[in-house]
């Protein structure tokens, strides 16, 4: 009898234990569970934006001539003639044979009003050709001599718009510099340095006050041209 309440006594000290085991593993494996959070990193993004004015140097034009005739193989002869006599002339004025290119070549039959009879073509070519502003004048007067039946332009840029456009990027780092202390220094912040940096689209040359070139017969007013770039970056801060 005494053997058996021995067994009891001792089932019952076990089962405890067993219990204060169990309770007491979950805790301590929530204990070691516990993440290390590590606070986000600081930082700070702004755009930059950069100018260089600048006076353009170089004037393209665009230069047509057309040509009529009963058959279409004819109105493409005349066109053709009318266009090599007009590169020839603007050659003669100072357009360098490089600048000179033939951008398009069109023909189209002519019919009564009715549209139903073929009664002619007409055949048209035309010739784009880039020059120094100084030479643009007397190049438009010389194609417009040998036979232009149209002229288009000018449009104006620089021979050296890539170096200048490097020179606006520039500008426009430490445009986005100058932002960036001043946000950091309003919030209470030391700037640190470049985490990214991305290049915006650029924009197209602004026109702004012209100012006259001597350029022959024709006056072609240069005027300034404004070129920008944009850049978007990102700093750490402390």
């Keep these: 009898m005494m053997r058996f309440r021995y067994a009891l006594l001792l089932a019952a000290v076990l089962l405890a234990a067993s219990a204060i085991a169990g309770v007491a593993q979950p805790r301590l494996g929530r204990s070691a569970d516990t993440p290390t959070t590590t606070p986000p990193a600081k930082t700070i993004t702004v755009s930059g934006n950069g100018t260089v004015t600048t006076v353009p140097d170089r004037a393209s034009f665009s230069f047509t001539v057309e040509g009529r005739a009963q058959t279409a193989a004819a109105a493409i002869a005349k066109s053709s003639d009318a266009a090599s006599s007009v590169a020839a002339a603007v050659k003669g004025a100072g357009a360098a044979p490089a ?49 232009s039946d149209g002229v288009s332009g000018p449009s104006l840029s620089r021979s050296d718009a890539t170096s200048l456009y490097k020179d606006a990027l520039k500008n426009a780092v430490a445009d986005a510099k100058d932002k960036a202390s001043a946000l950091a220094a309003a919030a209470g912040l030391t700037l640190g340095g470049v985490q990214s940096i991305d290049e915006g689209s650029s924009q197209p040359p602004v026109m702004w006050a012209a100012a006259k070139a001597d350029a022959g017969s024709v006056p072609i007013e240069p005027g300034t041209q404004s070129i920008t770039a944009n850049v978007t970056v990102t700093y750490s801060a402390d």
Excluded: E, R, W
């Design 99 to 147: 600048d000179i290119q033939t951008s398009q070549v069109s023909l189209s039959p002519q019919t009564t009003q009715d549209g139903t009879t073929i009664i002619g073509y007409v055949a048209s070519n035309t010739i784009s050709v880039t020059s120094a502003i100084g030479k643009a004048g007397a190049i438009v007067d010389a194609a417009v001599h040998a036979g």
